[in-house]
């Protein structure tokens, strides 16, 4: 099993830019998770899914869309890049029963110019 | 506002003594605690985590301490290994409505020295 895999690994885009980040899963879990990691900031919550087809906000959405079409895809769009949202992001997933262990991919970063 | 706080950005430990990670919570409606362990270019890795119905939980060398009344929590790392240098984050759940999400903190980074 691959667990959960990101790409791409970095990317540079300039302001005003576009780009998709791809989250996938093997491992037939239920939620899945966006979160940006910044400087002395932690992990912070940007989006989440409860299953296929559904989505919520979480603390940091402003600038960011997703969508959850497949039940092991989560994607994560920025549709006009901003240097605000400079930062590492990392994908999670867990199974939708009682354990809240979340089970992380390996991130990806990103620099807005 | 920060709900999830680790006040010590770094933290520096002989091989062989023991590490003391501290979290502190502002949230009372936290009722799960859990500590992640977070190597350079990977993805956090669960660790061990705690129920607030317990004060105490142990797993080999890990320990998570619970201490409610003071919303604070500790990892105790004994004995530390060169291995063990890592980002630690606590991370505490709550939840949305239906959903469940966990709130981290910034992360401690500890260096076992060899």
Redesign the interface.
């Known amino acids: 099993n691959a667990g959960v895999t990101q790409t791409p690994k970095f990317r540079v885009l300039k302001t005003g830019q576009s780009m998709t980040l791809l989250c996938a899963q093997d491992m037939n879990h239920e939620y899945m998770y966006w979160y940006r990691q910044d400087p002395g900031m932690g992990l912070r919550l940007i989006h989440y899914s409860v299953g296929e087809g559904t989505t919520a906000k979480g603390e940091v959405p402003d600038g960011y869309n997703v969508s959850r079409l497949k039940k092991q895809n989560f994607l994560l769009g920025l549709e006009s890049a901003a240097p605000s949202q400079t930062s590492v992001y990392f994908c999670a997933s867990r199974t939708s029963g009682t354990g809240e262990t979340q089970y992380f991919g390996p991130g990806t970063r990103l620099l807005v110019l | 506002d ?1 709900q ?1 706080k ?1 006040n010590s ?1 770094s933290l520096s430990v002989q091989e062989g003594r023991i590490s003391i990670l501290n979290c502190d919570y502002t949230n009372s409606m936290f009722d ?1 605690f ?1 500590w ?1 362990k977070k190597y350079p ?6 660790l061990i ?1 705690i129920s607030s119905i317990k004060d105490k939980n142990e797993d080999g060398r890990f320990t998570v301490f619970l201490n409610k009344s003071a919303k604070h929590l500790s990892l105790h790392i004994v004995p530390s290994q060169p291995g063990d240098s890592a980002v630690y ?1 606590c991370a505490a ?1 709550s939840f ?12 401690t980074q500890l260096t076992v020295l060899p």
């Open positions: 920060q999830v680790q950005p799960y859990l992640y270019a990977e993805g956090p890795t669960f985590s984050f759940r949305s409505g239906s959903a469940r999400q966990l709130t981290f903190g910034s992360g």
